[in-house]
């Protein structure tokens, strides 16, 4: 049997106040089940799914979009969940990467146009083919 935690154990886990926990879990975003005496008891996979609403937090998502792709993770199965949460981790990779490369570009700005315009070839190639995989997938 998988570890369980009240609200105030997973309040103090996830640093997450015990009412933000409770509205989550009016939400939906959270589930809980009811003892005997009418405590809310929070399943251990909590602590991640609480991981993901601060990582979508972070990425400015609001809370009805944070709902929609939690709706969509819980009608997939588990080895679909690892897949999906993996392709967000690519697309942030792809997203910090894409703000590197705009850096690299003013950085860039002084230098000869022909390697510039052969960088971005290349550049614009490798992107081709990360977003034909992308679309495969989807």
Do not use: W
Request: aromatic share 6%; glycine share 2%.
């Amino acid at each position: 049997m998988s570890k369980s935690y009240r609200i105030g154990e997973l309040s103090k886990l996830t640093r997450v106040s015990k009412r933000t926990i409770d509205f989550y879990t009016q939400l939906g975003l959270l589930k809980s089940e009811r003892t005997d005496s009418n405590r809310r008891l929070y399943p251990e996979e909590t602590l991640e799914r609480m991981k993901i609403i601060e990582m979508y937090k972070k990425e400015k998502l609001s809370l009805v979009e944070i709902q929609t792709r939690f709706k969509v993770l819980d009608e997939m199965d588990v080895s679909k969940i690892e897949v999906a949460q993996k392709l967000h981790h690519i697309s942030e990779q792809l997203r910090r990467l894409e703000d590197s490369l705009l850096e690299c570009k003013l950085l860039l700005s002084g230098f000869d146009k022909s390697h510039l315009k052969n960088l971005t070839a290349q550049i614009t190639v490798q992107f081709a083919s990360v977003a034909q995989i992308m679309n495969e997938i989807s």
